[in-house]
């Protein structure tokens, strides 16, 4: 009578590929994570935010009446150049939008004269 026993594991790899998909998924999703929040902390969203914080967090109460009302302040100190750099960008920005606007009526009008000649009714 012949007795068989089990065959010997083969040789391989120490470790099973399977265990590296959660692994690499896990690097990668750390990678994205890390390029979003260094997207957000470079945007002008935080910069504001971060203005907020900064002169929030020197707010005084001020006694507002009678009634013992108190309202929230924002401290004086602001940065004077600050307000004027925001003024200029705004008043740039109304002359880009008002510079848009003249390009649109101009496409509008080619738009319409094209179509008048193109109908042959017209």
Do not use: C
Not at 22 to 30: K, V
Not at 54 to 72: A, P
Not at 78 to 102: N, P, T
Request: charged share 25%; glycine share 10%; proline share 8%.
């Amino acid at each position: 009578m012949i007795l068989q026993t089990p065959l010997p594991p083969p040789p391989g790899i120490p470790f099973d590929p399977n265990q590296l998909i959660p692994l690499i998924g896990l690097i990668g999703g750390l990678v994205v994570a890390g390029v979003v929040l260094y997207a957000f902390f470079k945007s002008d969203l935080a910069a504001a935010i971060a203005e907020r914080i900064r002169t929030g967090i020197h707010r005084r109460k001020r006694w507002k009446g009678f009634g013992q009302e108190y309202s929230d302040t924002p401290a004086e100190g602001l940065e004077s150049g600050h307000v004027v750099e925001l003024e200029q960008r705004v008043v740039e920005m109304q002359g880009q939008i008002a510079e848009m606007a003249e390009r649109l009526d101009f496409a509008e009008r080619l738009l319409a004269q094209k179509r008048e000649r193109s109908l042959p009714g017209a």
